[in-house]
């Protein structure tokens, strides 16, 4: 697929947005490409990425603490020449410290990197979608769409909405309510496919070749997963400019893990950290968990899976960015876990009683996860530990619904409560 097939007939493709987006290279056999709408390389089908020019000027700590609270503060490392002008307010979420999840832990301190309150849809794919939407700007792409487990879905919508581009979103058809309902009310176009998310994926693949759209997640891909990379230059700068000694984060096409270890690896190269990268550990739920297994087994390729979790954000059984992701995590000295159903339950409970924090099922089989290590060593007495949270409870209430206990109902007299006082 070239840029020229996407643009409407006779246009320039860059510059019309008052910026551009950054040439590619394919990771694989090191083949460079203008500036398009394409993610695999032509000769190897390798994944195409970014290329930064390593002469430009880069800021200090202090220069970069001045800036604006989003993402765009690091935009050095964001694939534009120029300012983009979409989606400037995401990124720069709380990190909260978490004494109590870190005693239950029996590590030294933990943290929580909280995109369950991300800006505006509550979960970190408002970061990969800012750079896509503004990718696709630079490329005359008008319509922007994508293929999602739910929360890039709710992004995707709201981001376009605010843009005021139109939106084509492709769902799997049994996805939870509320993640349909939060994106159906930024009114785009979305469609439920009978099938998995990997079914919707390959339909998307097709769409963006047929009608030259900005598929977020197929041919902006190059550009979406570098907004990943700002969670990992937050949490290195919302230390103090230090490094954690390890990072828990979910995984599902595995674009957050591999651009987790991209970001850590940027600041330590431009010397904004001194300390070692922090290894990197990847949480998936046990019925889809292909890169986990990858892990595991040391070698090979991802060996696909079909789904059977209520992890629906996490459901991915072919993982595009699922061999890069087991690279990142083996580079770093880190490693992987899957969790049941029943310890993703007990996970988001355990966050929310120890952090005030209400995390959708992902966050509970990271928390969940994050236990795990702990319990079988990996994660240790010394270890300080951030715990990436990607998105909110709100969205996926319905596993909590029998698990949490009833509470008690009474007549509105003082003897009741103190019945239920005395009793408690
Ligand atoms: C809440 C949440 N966390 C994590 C992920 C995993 O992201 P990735 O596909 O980059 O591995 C997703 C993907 O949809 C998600 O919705
Ligand atoms: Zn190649």
């Known amino acids: 697929m070239t840029a020229s097939l996407l643009a409407p007939t006779g246009e320039d493709t860059t510059g019309r947005a008052g910026f551009t987006a950054l040439s590619l290279v394919c990771e694989n056999c090191g083949a460079r490409f203008d500036p398009e709408p394409s993610a695999i390389c032509l000769t190897c089908l390798g994944p195409l990425v970014p290329v930064y020019d390593p002469n430009r000027s880069l800021p200090s700590r202090a220069e970069i603490q001045t800036r604006q609270k989003s993402l765009w503060r690091y935009h050095e490392w964001l694939p534009f020449d120029g300012t983009p002008t979409l989606s400037p307010d995401s990124g720069f979420t709380p990190l909260v410290e978490a004494p109590e999840l870190a005693r239950r832990l029996g590590v030294a301190r933990a943290w929580v990197k ?4 991300s800006h505006p849809t509550l979960s970190f794919k408002d970061r990969v979608v800012s750079t896509a939407i503004n990718a ?3 490329f005359g792409l008008d319509v922007i769409a994508c293929a999602s487990t739910g929360n890039l879905a709710n992004a995707v919508a709201a981001h376009a909405a605010r843009a005021g581009k139109p939106a084509w979103i492709f769902i ?3 996805l939870e309510p509320a993640k349909v309902l939060n994106t159906a009310i930024f009114a785009p176009k979305l469609v439920r496919v009978r099938g998995t998310y990997d079914d919707v994926n390959r339909l998307c693949a097709q769409v963006a070749d047929n009608f030259g759209w900005g598929v977020v997640n197929v041919n902006l891909r190059a550009y979406y997963g570098e907004g990943s990379k700002t969670m990992a230059f ?6 103090g400019w230090r490094a954690p000694t390890a990072v828990v984060a979910p995984m599902a096409g595995g674009a957050l893990v591999t651009k987790l270890h991209r970001g850590f690896r940027d600041f ?7 300390d ?3 290894r990197l550990y990847g949480a998936q739920a046990s019925g889809c968990a292909p890169i986990v297994r990858l892990v595991e087994r040391g070698s090979g390729r991802i060996e696909p899976e079909i789904p059977a979790t209520i ?6 059984g072919s993982p595009a960015d699922g061999l890069t992701a087991a690279r990142g995590i083996a580079d770093t000295g880190g490693w992987a876990a899957a969790v049941s159903d029943a310890d993703l339950v007990a996970g988001i409970r355990l966050l929310a009683e120890t952090t005030g924090i209400f995390t959708e099922t992902a966050g509970g089989v990271t928390t969940a996860a994050a236990l795990h290590l702990a319990k079988t060593g990996r994660l240790g007495p010394n270890d300080e530990v951030v715990l990436c949270i990607t998105g909110n409870g709100l969205k996926t209430l319905d596993p909590l619904v029998d698990a949490l206990p009833p509470s008690p109902l009474i007549a509105p007299k003082l003897r009741e409560v103190a019945a239920l006082v005395e009793a408690a």
């Open 114 to 117: 909280n995109d369950a309150v």
């Open 136 to 138: 696709a700007h630079t």
């Open 172 to 174: 799997p058809h049994d």
């Open 234 to 239: 937050e949490i290195i700068e919302q230390l």
């Open 268 to 274: 330590a190269a431009a010397g904004l950290f001194d």
């Open 276 to 278: 070692s990268l922090p």
């Open 311 to 316: 992890a629906r954000s996490l459901a991915i």
